[in-house]
Nanobody
């Protein structure tokens, strides 16, 4: 199973981006899918996640600005990021969990200029 993330880029403060992540190599859905990010010199942190039952979790820093969604087959996940701030600059990784297996995408860079 491979996760392919896309949608990163450079935007100005207040701008928007939409990240996408799709799984290949398996048609089975995942229990949980989500997005993490890692800024230079910082630990990787959870940004948002969504369960198979559509329960969503957000980091406090992104609540009200980011929205996570997934497709009906539960093999793709999206992150709509609005009102971006320079503090959101990081490499964003998609993540998927199926039973005890954890999968990571390759990361996509998001840079927010002030």
């Amino acid at each position: 199973v491979q996760l392919q993330a896309s949608g990163g880029g450079l935007v100005q403060t207040g701008g928007s981006l939409r990240l996408s992540c799709a799984a290949s190599g398996s048609s089975l859905g995942f229990n949980v899918m989500g997005w993490y990010r890692q800024a230079p010199g910082k630990q990787r942190e959870l940004v948002a996640s969504i369960s198979s039952g559509s329960s969503m979790t957000y980091a406090d820093s992104v609540k009200g600005r980011f929205t996570i969604a997934r497709d009906g087959a539960k093999i793709a996940v999206y992150l709509q990021m609005n009102n971006l701030e320079p503090e959101d600059t990081a490499v964003y990784f998609c993540n998927a969990v199926r039973l005890t297996r954890v999968y990571w995408g390759q990361g996509t860079q998001v840079t927010v200029s002030s």
